[in-house]
Every structure is written in C-alpha cells, then in structure tokens.
C-alpha cells in the first residue's frame, strides 16, 4: 500500500471525527467492516482463539483486541486518546448580545486559545433526544458546514493586540451563531439539525455534549506536500496509525489498541485512562483465554508490553531555543522515544530498548525528545496505564507542531514510519 494511499485515509478519518464520539464510531466502523465482532460490557462474553472484537465506553473510548491463535500469555498493546482540546457548549449554552445570538462555552483541556478567532466553526457531539412516544435516544450530530464564528477585535479598538494579550475565555470567545435570535431559537435549531441527520419526526432535545470545531478540512503542505495539516491531529494521528497497525496484524499474537476519552482533562473518568475500562476488559480476557485469577492476570500483564502513542514537540524553525539542544525532534525524522526522569513519561531503558529494535527491525528512524531543565513537562496515558494494570509502557509519538492548535501540523512521512514500527510490534514473535 503505498503511503498516498495510507494519508488519503487518514486524511479521511480526521474529515469524520471532529468530536471523540465521532472518532470512536469511525474506528468502531472500519473494525466492523473489517471482521471484528463488537461486545456488549453488559452481557456475558464468549471468546475464542484468533477471534477479533472490540468494546466501547460512554462511546467515546475503544478497546480493540487480536486474540491469539494460541493461549494467551502476552500482549502487545498500543494506546492513544480520542479527544482534543476544543472548545465546548456549556448546558444553558444560548446567550444574546448587541442583537446578535452567542454560544456560551468552556475551554476543554489546554487550548491554545488565539487560533480559534476568525474561523469557519462547525459544530458536533452527542445528543440526547425523547420521540414522541416517550423514548428516549443518544444520537451523534455533525453541522459540518460554517455556522458560527469568534470575530476578533479590530486592532484600531485594541492597540495592545499583539503585546502579550490576554485572552478571556467567559467574555471575549462567545461565538456568533445568528443575527437577531433569541435563546429560543438555538433549541429549535438543535431539533433541526437532528431530525435532518436522522431522519426522525417530531422529537425533544433533552441534554447534550457539543463541540465548536474548525471546518477547513485537513490537507497536504509543502512544495512536496511534505506535511500534514488538520485539526486534532494530538491525538487521531496516533489512533489512526494504531488502527492501521491493528487492522493490518497478522493475527497469530495477541495485540490490542486502547483508545480513551478525557486525556486533554487528566484521564479521570469510568472512561479515561485513569479509569477501569482497559483492565476491565483485560481481565475478562484473561479469565476466558489465560490462566483465571489473580495471579494469571499479574503474569499476564508482565509478559506483556503498553506503547503509548502520543504526539512529540517537533524542533520548531523560529523557536528552536525551546528545545534542549541535543532532543529536538525533526519533522519526518521517525517516531520519537519521549523520555522523563520524573515519570511524566512512562519510558525505561528497557522499554525504549525494545522500541529501537523495532524500528531497526522495520528500518526506520528513531528520534528521542526530553524537555528542556528548565521548562515543565507535559504528560500522557503512558504512566497513567503503567500505574493502573502495571504492565512495562514506553511513550513514543509523531512530531508535531502547533501541539493544542485549532490546526496542527505534522510530517507525511512520519505517519508511515510509526505505523510500520507499530506493524512490527504487533506481529512479534518476542517481546524484549
């Protein structure tokens, strides 16, 4: 398959998930046409050697399994999340202003607010409607065409502009939505959009979790089309490639892809990494397919590896003293090892080693970011699932920049790179 091939899909995947439930019900999707059978976490499973299934949670968070053709006495897992810093509609969302309807909204996770003004949003997520006889349904919405903005402030109204302003996320990022509406209307238009996707008859929004989002769709840059741009690549980019890598497994070994929510916000959700739903799922695994009990599972989780993928701070041209000048990754210079001696990344020397031999195996480059001494450093699902079930984690990504943009860049090569390691990884034989 060659790698236009595999960034058109991706370019697709990114086009059909503005929101995690989105993302989560494409997944779910190219799983299902693929010949994974899903589960329900609320009846009894019935496993078997070689089969693939897949759960979801909140259906914002996945966990897809490979089970081995043999017993199951290791797994190779890669983990990633399905939700991006954005901003969301707050419940009592209709506001007006100088005759003008707004959307009142708060900031999810840490956005980076100053790219949001001036865009084309679109709007998305999970709503909940009662039909008319009473029923009630949890349906996904996607206005993916131009219906609100952030205009900025002239400039002429605010000469400090471009020096070190402030943002306020209460009073100043309420976005337009219609001239002359009323709070009223906002509903009336939600119930619209919904019967128009679904196809429903008369029905009453009764609550719902909705995203603004940028609705340029995502592209090929450069002269050579050398980068990636779009929104939410940190972090569709690593389920993407996870989901390649899976989906493209040879199905002798035992692997598995984690996708959860609530990442952007600390991972403390029934959903999140911080959560139960991974060790849920692999304990009821484990007493179907491994040795039942206690001991089996400890054993199990030992003899299994965790890659998690999470986007990488790339060298950036006009800010390179942000970097430590011997870890500043280069766009299209293969994966990154992210590393931390304060545990802010779950790598090890011995995990990291087992990630260089793959990418030696699949001939790959392999490029290590740590942060500077003197900046803070962020943090992903790695040490968060290695403190949850224990099993031996590493913490790699794609280089990026413009990381918690409305717009996110990436290289195009990379994309291939860490879905050929993560392809190794999935069909080895030993786990160093």
Same mark, same amino acid.
């Given at each position: 398959?060659?790698?236009?091939?595999?960034?058109?899909?991706?370019?697709?995947?990114?086009?059909?998930?503005?929101?995690?439930?989105?993302?989560?019900?494409?997944?779910?999707?190219?799983?299902?046409?693929?010949?994974?059978?899903?589960?329900?976490?609320?009846?009894?499973?019935?496993?078997?050697?070689?089969?693939?299934?897949?759960?979801?949670?909140?259906?914002?968070?996945?966990?897809?399994?490979?089970?081995?053709?043999?017993?199951?006495?290791?797994?190779?897992?890669?983990?990633?999340?399905?939700?991006?810093?954005?901003?969301?509609?707050?419940?009592?969302?209709? &506001?007006?202003?100088?005759?003008? /309807? +707004?959307? !009142?909204?708060?900031?999810?996770?840490?956005? *980076? #607010?100053?790219? @949001?003004?001036?865009?084309?949003?679109?709007?998305?997520?999970?709503?909940?409607?009662?039909?008319?006889?009473?029923?009630?349904?949890g349906v996904l919405l996607n206005v993916a065409r131009p219906i609100a903005m952030i205009p900025s402030l002239?400039?002429?109204?605010?000469?400090?502009?471009?020096?070190?302003?402030?943002?306020?996320?209460?009073? &100043?990022?309420?976005?337009?939505? /219609? +001239?002359? !509406?009323?709070?009223?209307?906002?509903?009336? *238009? #939600?119930?619209? @959009?919904?019967?128009?996707?679904?196809?429903?008859?008369?029905?009453?929004?009764?609550?719902?979790?909705?995203?603004?989002?940028?609705?340029?769709?995502?592209?090929?840059?450069?002269?050579?089309?050398?980068?990636?741009?779009?929104?939410?690549?940190?972090?569709?980019?690593?389920?993407?490639?996870?989901?390649?890598?899976?989906?493209?497994?040879?199905?002798?070994?035992?692997?598995?892809?984690?996708?959860?929510?609530?990442?952007?916000?600390?991972?403390?959700?029934?959903?999140?990494?911080?959560?139960?739903?991974?060790?849920?799922?692999?304990?009821?695994?484990?007493?179907?397919?491994?040795?039942?009990?206690?001991?089996?599972?400890?054993?199990?989780?030992?003899?299994?590896?965790?890659?998690?993928?999470?986007?990488?701070?790339?060298?950036?041209?006009?800010?390179?003293?942000?970097?430590?000048?011997?870890?500043?990754?280069?766009?299209?210079?293969?994966?990154?090892?992210?590393?931390?001696?304060?545990?802010?990344?779950?790598?090890?020397?011995?995990?990291?080693?087992?990630?260089?031999?793959?990418?030696?195996?699949?001939?790959?480059?392999?490029?290590?970011?740590?942060?500077?001494?003197?900046?803070?450093?962020?943090?992903?699902?790695?040490?968060?699932?290695?403190?949850?079930?224990?099993?031996?984690?590493?913490?790699?990504?794609?280089?990026?920049?413009?990381?918690?943009?409305?717009?996110?860049?990436?290289?195009?090569?990379?994309?291939?790179?860490?879905?050929?390691?993560?392809?190794?990884?999935?069909?080895?034989?030993?786990?160093?």
């Open positions: 398959m060659s790698q236009n091939d595999v960034l058109a899909r991706l370019i697709d995947f990114l086009h059909s998930a503005p929101t995690p439930w989105h993302a989560t019900a494409s997944m779910a999707k190219q799983l299902e046409a693929s010949g994974y059978r899903r589960l329900e976490e609320t009846q009894a499973w019935q496993l078997k050697p070689g089969e693939r299934v897949f759960v979801t949670r909140n259906d914002s968070s996945i966990v897809a399994l490979q089970l081995p053709s043999a017993s199951l006495s290791s797994l190779r897992m890669m983990g990633a999340h399905t939700d991006s810093p954005c901003l969301r509609l707050k419940p009592n969302a209709a &506001q007006a202003s100088a005759g003008w /309807l +707004q959307l !009142g909204v708060e900031v999810y996770g840490g956005a *980076l #607010l100053s790219p @949001w003004f001036d865009r084309d949003l679109g709007l998305a997520g999970r709503v909940y409607v009662r039909h008319g006889d009473g029923s009630i349904e002239a400039i002429h109204l605010d000469r400090d502009a471009n020096s070190n302003r402030t943002i306020n996320a209460q009073t &100043q990022m309420a976005p337009v939505l /219609l +001239q002359g !509406g009323e709070a009223s209307d906002f509903q009336q *238009l #939600l119930v619209d @959009w919904v019967r128009e996707q679904h196809g429903f008859g008369t029905i009453e929004i009764v609550d719902f979790e909705l995203c603004l989002y940028d609705t340029q769709p995502p592209s090929r840059v450069g002269v050579k089309q050398e980068l990636v741009a779009s929104a939410r690549l940190d972090n569709l980019l690593s389920c993407f490639i996870g989901l390649e890598a899976l989906l493209a497994s040879k199905g002798q070994e035992g692997a598995v892809l984690v996708a959860t929510d609530h990442e952007e916000v600390g991972s403390a959700s029934a959903c999140g990494a911080q959560g139960p739903f991974l060790e849920d799922v692999l304990r009821r695994v484990n007493e179907q397919l491994g040795v039942p009990g206690e001991e089996g599972f400890v054993r199990l989780m030992q003899a299994s590896r965790m890659i998690s993928c999470d986007n990488a701070h790339a060298l950036h041209p006009n800010y390179t003293d942000k970097h430590d000048n011997a870890h500043g990754p280069l766009l299209n210079g293969g994966p990154v090892i992210k590393v931390n001696a304060n545990q802010r990344y779950a790598t090890n020397s011995a995990t990291a080693t087992m990630f260089r031999e793959l990418c030696r195996q699949a001939e790959v480059p392999v490029q290590t970011f740590a942060v500077r001494a003197d900046m803070g450093c962020g943090s992903t699902i790695g040490p968060i699932t290695a403190t949850e079930i224990g099993v031996p984690t590493l913490d790699v990504g794609v280089p990026q920049w413009a990381m918690h943009s409305i717009r996110e860049t990436a290289g195009a090569d990379d994309v291939a790179y860490l879905t050929s390691v993560l392809g190794t990884f999935v069909n080895s034989k030993m786990l160093v």
